[in-house]
Structure formats: C-alpha cells, structure tokens
C-alpha cells in the first residue's frame, strides 16, 4: 500500500490531498494509464527533467488530478471522459436530438442546448423547449438571428456575388458562423467548457461549424458525437433515439434531410442520393410548380443602396423583411429552384436541392446593377474574387482575414452600386426589364450610333491600327513578310 500511495504522490497521511479509497484508485490508474490524452504523458515525460523527488511528486500528482475528480461529488466521468457543461447547435432534428443522451452518457456532463431562429419558421421553434429537455437537456437558449443573419452575413455575400460552384447561392455555408458565433457567446456567458454539434462526418457543416469555433475561442473543446459513436447511418439513429424515448420528426419510409432559414431551404436524402432521379413535385416547400405557376407575369423592382438591397416596389425595408417578402412574391411564381451535384470540403461528390427564392431574385437583380455602375476591368476582377470568396464561404472560412479583406475590397467597389432594377417574375424565370442608377457609366448620347463631340466614328481607325498590331506582328512573321 505505501509502494501503490508513492505511484499517487502520496508521502504522508498529512498530504493535503486526502488519499482516495481503493476503488477511485484502481478508477484514476485505469483513466490515467489506459485512457490518458498525449498531453498527459508529454507532461509526465517533461517532469523527467525536474530536479528533486518533491518536484517529481508535485508533477505526478499534477497530472494524475488533471481530469479526474475522484470524491463523492455527483460529477463522475462519463465513458469517454468529463466535461464540466457543453452548448450543443440544437435544431430538434434527428441528428442532434440524438446527441443530447449520448453526450451526458459519455462526457457525464450539463447540455445547454442552442438554437438560432434564422428565419426557419415557427414550427421548427414550436415545442423544441420541451423536447430538448425531454431529451436531457438543462436548459435551451433560443436568439433572433434574422435581422444580424441577413444584415451581415447574407447580404456580404450578395455585394461580392458570390454563388459556389455556378449555382449554389450559399444558404446553409452563410448560415454557420453567425450560429458559431452566438454559441461561443453563450459558452462565456454560462461558462461552459465545450460546444457541440450534429454534424455528420461526411458533411461539410462539421468543418464550418469548427473552423468557427477555432477562429473565436480556441480553447473550447469540441464535441462531435457523429465521429464518435457507433450510429452509422439514419436509421440507427433513429433507433437509437427511440431506445432513449427521444421524440423525432422522421420516419424510416421517407428521410429528407432540410435545412432552412430565411435565404433558403435544402433538401438531401431519400431518393435525391440517386443524380438521375428527378425530385418529386410534393418535396418543394417554398416554391410553386413553374408548371402550375400563374400565368399572369408579375413585375417587382428592387432597390440598392452601396450593392446592399433596400427597398422592394419603392418600400424600404429591413434585410430580413426585404428578403421574406422577395421570397413570396418569387416562390409564387416559381422562382429559385436549383438542383446541383456539387463538391463537398471532405473531397466527395453530393447531391442536393436548394430553394431561394428571394436570393435568385436579388442576385440576378444585383449583377444586371453592376453593368451600370463599374467598368470592364473592376467588374471581371470582381467576378474572379467572387469565386474565391465563395469558395471561402462555403469551406467555414467565414472569420479568416482573407475572407474579411475580400469582404473590403467588395465594399470599396460597391460606393457607386445604387439604383434600382425592374424584374419580371414568369413560371420559374426572373427577366430583367429595367435598370436605372444616378451613378450610371452609360451615356444614352454616346452610346447612340449618331456621331457626337464626345466619340469621333474615324477616331476607331487609329485605335483598330494599334489594338490590333500584335497579331498583325505575327501574321507577318508567320507568313515571311
């Protein structure tokens, strides 16, 4: 017994470390020597280097205490280790109903569960309060996010057009941080030592939701129970779920998986995992048929403000405002339907259905804008930073200082991106009809084909000579002359 009290640091009954009893013995070796975090060994491998058996003792016994708390207090470690309280990114969906018990059952910790109303719709919100706790959660924390979502984060991306991979207009990669953000505040506010999340391990919202939490508080630890455990697919989750009486919208007949908010809704799963197969018609939750669309043209003009939208049919309106009803009016007529294999961050290909209604309409509003307002040259460099910053979207980049620069440029480009554009909205298709700006680089009496002060038809000759001179060199080199 005095060998085994030595191995613990223990020199005298007088430590001021009371000796634990046998079994939290045998519990403290087994964690320590069989489930100990590099970290512990590299700590104990340094003690080496210490000069005197005290200081050696002090390091073991430093160690040894480091995560284990080894009385008859109610915290115990869970089977993977303990955690003291984690926010978890709570929708009520399948994936992170399930997380709730599983975390408490293998981190023995408090889950304060999160959710951001981005506009997804009051009966996503509606009884998620009991259902979290149903589930084992101590408490849920619900914000409203749409104005800031909107605001900064959807309408950045707007200004500097950015669409991932030719079609996808962002909805759900916009959506992350500002998620992160609030969940991070969160933990500093109810001082928890962790955040989690539902994330798949195939997915790309696990790399986004991290990337966040790494950029704003790096000494969080991060909890995903999706490259954990043994749920391999839907279908073990729900049974998982129903094993712990956890209540959940889903059935194994029909698995769509959606993510909604105010710029858009997602739809995978289910029969879209085939690329051949067209979706069905009862899928579609924000737009009508094109089909069955009315047959009746509607006309809506949109107003900009520094390549920020600001008004709708002359009404000036808040960003979540403008876009939910931009989303009416267009969803109505079809419009923003989008169906793209597209290239995940974790390398492999995916399937997915998008609806943005709204955002179709101001994207196509605000790019027609530009070709007023900014020359050749700005508007192909900034078609080409667009993709960048697109890319740096959707991989979770959102806080990375080359995402922010970009976001810098985009604005100084933007001062002159005022006017307004007429659209008209016909079973699926937004046309633009109309656009007018009081920084407009076009010149109705230069542009016109009469001759002017301003542009001398014989000025082209000299310009034609000059522009063309390096093809004409090498068309004379090629042919000898």
Not at 82 to 99: M, N, P, Q
Not at 110 to 123: E, K, R
């Amino acid at each position: 017994m005095a060998q085994f009290n030595a191995i613990l640091g223990y020199s005298s009954p007088a430590t001021a470390i009371a000796p634990p009893t046998t079994h939290a013995r045998e519990q403290l070796l087994h964690h320590r020597f069989c489930k100990a975090k590099p970290s512990s060994f590299k700590e104990l491998r340094s003690s080496r280097t210490s000069v005197g058996a005290a200081a050696k003792s002090q390091v073991v016994k430093a160690v040894l205490y480091k995560d284990v708390e080894i009385s008859d207090t109610k915290k115990v470690d869970g089977l993977r280790g303990k955690l003291d309280k984690v926010v978890l990114a709570y929708s009520g969906g399948l994936d992170t109903s399930v997380v709730v018990p599983w975390l408490r059952e293998n981190y023995g910790c408090d889950v304060v569960c999160f959710t951001a109303d981005l506009g997804q719709g009051a009966s996503e919100l509606e009884g998620l309060e009991e259902k979290a706790k149903a589930s084992g959660a101590s408490q849920l924390v619900v914000k409203d996010l749409k104005e800031e979502f909107v605001r900064d984060y959807v309408f950045p991306c707007l200004r500097a057009g950015a669409i991932y991979e030719r079609k996808y207009l962002l909805g759900t990669a916009i959506a992350r941080p500002i998620i992160a953000k609030a969940m991070v505040d969160i933990a500093n506010e109810v001082g928890a030592d962790a955040v989690s999340h539902g994330c798949t391990g195939k997915g790309n919202d696990q790399v986004r939701f991290e990337l966040s939490f790494f950029a704003l508080n790096p000494k969080l630890n991060v909890v995903a129970p999706w490259r954990e455990w043994d749920i391999t697919g839907r279908e073990d989750a729900i049974e998982y779920a129903k094993k712990h009486n956890v209540p959940v919208p889903v059935t194994k007949k029909s698995i769509y998986s959606r993510d909604r908010n105010l710029w858009h809704i997602t739809h995978e799963g289910d029969v879209l995992e085939d690329p051949a197969h067209e979706p069905k018609k009862d899928m579609y939750m924000l737009t009508a048929d094109p089909e069955d669309a009315p047959n009746q043209a509607e006309y809506v003009e949109v107003g900009f403000e520094l390549g920020f939208p600001v008004s709708v049919n002359g009404k000036r309106l808040s960003p979540g405002k403008l876009v939910a009803e931009l989303n009416e009016i267009g969803g109505r007529h079809g419009i923003g339907r989008v169906d793209l294999v597209e290239d995940r961050i974790v390398g492999l290909k995916s399937r997915g259905v998008y609806e943005t209604p709204g955002g179709t309409i101001l994207f196509t509003a605000a790019r027609d804008l530009e070709t007023l307002t900014l020359d050749r040259e700005t508007l192909q460099l900034k078609d080409t930073l667009a993709l960048k910053y697109a890319e740096l979207v959707y991989a979770g980049k959102w806080f990375d200082p080359l995402r922010e620069s970009l976001d810098s440029f985009m604005e100084k480009i933007s001062a002159t991106t005022t006017g307004s554009v007429t659209l008209k909205l016909y079973k699926g298709n937004a046309i633009v009809t109309g656009r007018k700006s009081p920084y407009s680089l076009y010149r109705e009496d230069i542009a016109s084909f009469d001759t002017g002060e301003i542009y001398n038809h014989a000025d082209a000759v000299g310009f034609i000579r000059l522009y063309g001179l390096p093809m004409r060199i090498r068309a004379m080199m090629e042919q000898g002359i």
